[in-house]
């Protein structure tokens, strides 16, 4: 069946690193992939969208990437913050059948001081 | 500007009652969603609403949920004889078309007793 992939263990880095998390998806081919934050208690942020047709696409210290032949998005902050800790959710039209977003699991980001 | 509102903030019922969820979209968005988020877990997609066209519901648990929008404007997720298992905040987002990035409001937290 078609589906969404994230990470669902925790990504525990240092503050000033790097942090990457991956989203996979099966079977479909979708024409945009988008990438939300969400902390506790409140309903996600959108952060970025990125198109088939682009295989990158930054915004200050955030980069997505989009690789349809591996049918993944990788999704990086740079310079990470312990106020970047939070909830990451990738989300995609999953099948032509069903128009709406469909939203991963998220991956928790924990940046430690 | 107003965001993506929603009412009330938290209700809590008892098993078998009704429940009527209200949803104020961002003013000129054709497209309205629903999700469910349990404790912990990821956005379970309910149904979505875009524009004039027959709302997608194939995202609904059971024949007790139901929605409809209004005027294209205002929405209304009503849960009929509730369960524990209803038990979730209920998010709703709006977006400008199809395609684009979505704003969600803070969502309802439902208790079933």
């Known amino acids: 069946s078609q589906k969404i992939e994230q990470n669902s263990e925790a990504l525990n880095i240092q503050e000033g690193k790097t942090a990457t998390l991956t989203c996979n998806y099966t079977?479909?081919?979708?024409?945009?992939l988008q990438w939300y934050r969400q902390d506790p208690g409140r309903g996600p942020v959108f952060l970025l969208l990125?198109?088939?047709?682009?295989k990158e696409k930054r915004k200050e210290r955030l980069k997505v990437t989009f690789d349809t032949t591996l049918k993944q998005s990788l999704f990086h902050i740079t310079a990470s913050q312990p106020a970047d800790s939070a909830t990451y959710l990738c989300?995609?039209?999953?099948?032509?059948?069903?128009?709406?977003?469909?939203f991963g699991s998220g991956t928790r980001l924990q940046v430690q001081p | 500007g107003a965001g993506v509102s929603q009412s009330p903030s938290n209700k809590v019922t008892e098993k078998g009652k009704d429940v009527e969820l209200r949803c104020d979209p961002i003013?000129?968005?054709?497209?309205l969603y629903w999700y469910r988020q349990s404790l912990g877990q990821g956005l379970e997609f309910l149904i979505y609403?875009?524009?004039?066209?027959?709302?997608?519901k194939s995202g609904l648990p059971s024949d007790r949920f139901s929605a409809e929008r209004t005027g294209g404007s205002v929405s209304t997720l009503t849960i009929q004889r509730t369960q524990q298992e209803d038990s979730a905040v209920y998010l709703c987002?709006?977006?400008?078309?199809?395609?684009?990035?979505?704003?969600f409001g803070s969502g309802t937290q439902l208790s079933v007793l």
């Open positions: 987002a709006s977006s400008p078309n199809r395609r684009e990035k979505l704003f």
């Open positions: 079977n479909y081919s979708p024409a945009y």
């Open positions: 990125i198109r088939e047709n682009e």
């Open positions: 989300a995609l039209e999953l099948d032509t059948g069903r128009r709406a977003l469909t």
């Open positions: 003013s000129g968005h054709t497209a």
């Open positions: 609403f875009q524009g004039n066209s027959a709302p997608d």
